[in-house]
């Protein structure tokens, strides 16, 4: 097996710590399965294999009322 020094932000580490605990694990055996699971599903092309270079792009629906094109209107005509 491989060594690899991680230098993780300190909250990323601490959420990991918290999931790791949480089932059962050691963070370097959470961080292991990660891994192990990112690698697969690449391979399988389950996931982005641009990630993470891939722009997120939010779209978000807007209803407008048909009779005066307000998001939020007062006309109460539908």
Sequence with gaps: MARYSL???????????KWAADQGISLNQFIL???AEK????QQN???PDFPRTPIVVVLRVSLCPVCGAQACACKRS
Excluded: H, I
Excluded at 39 to 42: F, I, K, M, S, Y
């Design 39 to 42: 690698v697969g599903a690449l």
């Design 46 to 48: 389950l996931d982005d």
């Design 33 to 35: 399965w990660s891994v």
């Design 7 to 17: 230098n993780l932000p300190s909250r990323l580490k601490q959420e990991t710590e």
